[in-house]
Each structure stands twice: as structure tokens, then as C-alpha cells.
């Protein structure tokens, strides 16, 4: 495997199941984040992980949990979700490097995506 | 308010036919500048980066400039193959969240032979 994978490519399901998607990296990275891209929106970052620091967008609904257990591997694990989260779901990684004054970012490599459909 | 607009939304081109891609941004600080390609159902893939003012990069009919305010690219003699979404987002410097883009909303881009 190359690049980013992600697991599974699609997903169909109910808003009381719980479902968990997979992201690996190949890259060497250690920054990697989940990103949500609806129809006519622009993509809006979800959560990054970077040096073992977890950020996150304020507006993601709480039904939506992230556990990145080591710099190669990120979950979303998912949980009574509602219609209007059906989108396509895209992890990305990058190279971080945090110096003296600054902390700077690489290029983010995304995965194919997966999308959920919530019924 | 978006801080990345790209214009035009949709755009047709005859094979061939050279045409320009734009990308406007209002972040303060900008640490770099991507676009990004992505065709229906897959992920974005990545094209180039910019970083500063004046900086230019070519890969095949795909050449990507950057000004103080916004970004272009330029697709000469386009093919059908290049028909995608072309994706533009900024890495703010100040204040903003470690590694955070904003992408702006895309351009469909079709190339009819």
C-alpha cells in the first residue's frame, strides 16, 4: 500500500448504529486529519492530530469521535448519526515541524475517501 | 464569509481551447497556497504549492501562478482527460490552527473534444 488508504469506501447506515471508519497513512507523517466535504460546500476540516496534539473544529457534533493511536493510523468512530451527515469523509496526512518561534506544515496527501450515506 | 473564492464555478472548454482557473484569498500570513485536483468520488489530489508572491509552477498543460492576493492556473491546450474539480485552499500563518486549509468551493472543469 502507498499514500493514504481508507476503509471502507462506502458506507450505508441507520442513525442508531455505530460504525467506525479507518484511515492509514504510508507517507512518513506525523500530522493526519479528517476532513468532511458535502455537496456545494467546500471541504471543512474536522479534526488533526499532530505531535501526539489533538485540535479540533468547535462545531463538530459530539456524535463524531476521533482516536489517532499511533502517527500511521486514524479513526472516526461514528455514533447515532443524523441525515444531514451524509457526505464523503477524507483523512489527510502531513509532515509537521514544530521549531523555536514557529511551527510549520508540508503539503496534505488525502485518501480516496469514504462515503457515508445515513438512512 | 469564505476567504477562498474560486472563480468560475463551472467552466466548458473545447479541447484545446487555453483558459485560466482563479483563486482570490483574504487570510492574513499565508504560509502557502495548494491546489489540488479531484475527480468524481475520489479524494484531491495534489497538484503544486506556492509560497510566495511571483512564484510560478508548471506540470505538463497545468502552470500555476501566485500574487499577493489570489492565484491562477493556466490550462493550456487541455484535453478530455483533464476534465475535474480543481481545488484551491490557503495554510494561514497568524493565528490560525496548526496545518488548518481553507478551500475554497472548486472549479468544474470539462474539456469536450
Known amino acids: 500500500e502507498t499514500g493514504v488508504t481508507q476503509t471502507p469506501r462506502h458506507l450505508v447506515m441507520g442513525m442508531t448504529n455505530k460504525k467506525s471508519l479507518k484511515c492509514e497513512q504510508h507517507l512518513g507523517h506525523n500530522a493526519m486529519y479528517w476532513y468532511k466535504q458535502s455537496a456545494k460546500k467546500p471541504l471543512e476540516l474536522m479534526f488533526v492530530y499532530s505531535l501526539e496534539e489533538r485540535v479540533e473544529n468547535n462545531s463538530v457534533p459530539s456524535r463524531f469521535s476521533p482516536e489517532c493511536p499511533n502517527s500511521s493510523h486514524l479513526f472516526l468512530h461514528l455514533h447515532t448519526l443524523q441525515p444531514e451527515d451524509s457526505a464523503l469523509y477524507l483523512c489527510?496526512?502531513?509532515?509537521?515541524?514544530?521549531?523555536?518561534?514557529?511551527?510549520?506544515?508540508?503539503?496534505?496527501?488525502f485518501g480516496p475517501g469514504t462515503r457515508l450515506t445515513v438512512l | 464569509e469564505d476567504q477562498v473564492t474560486q472563480s468560475p464555478e463551472a467552466l466548458r472548454l473545447q479541447e484545446g481551447e487555453s483558459s485560466s482557473l482563479n483563486c482570490s484569498y483574504t487570510?492574513?500570513?499565508?504560509?502557502?497556497l495548494f491546489w489540488y485536483r479531484q475527480d468524481p468520488g475520489k479524494g484531491p489530489e495534489f497538484l503544486f504549492t506556492?509560497?510566495?508572491a511571483g512564484e510560478e509552477k508548471e506540470k505538463e498543460r497545468l502552470k500555476a501562478t501566485l500574487t499577493k492576493k489570489e492565484s491562477f492556473l493556466h490550462i493550456t491546450a487541455p484535453k478530455p482527460e483533464d476534465s475535474a474539480t480543481y481545488l484551491c485552499a490557503v495554510q494561514a500563518g497568524r493565528g490560525s490552527t496548526l496545518g488548518r486549509l481553507y478551500f475554497g468551493r472548486g472549479t468544474q472543469l470539462t474539456v469536450w473534444p
Open positions: 487570510v492574513s500570513g499565508l504560509r502557502g
Open positions: 489527510a496526512s502531513s509532515q509537521v515541524w514544530r521549531g523555536p518561534w514557529a511551527t510549520s506544515t508540508d503539503t496534505q496527501y
Open positions: 506556492l509560497y510566495s
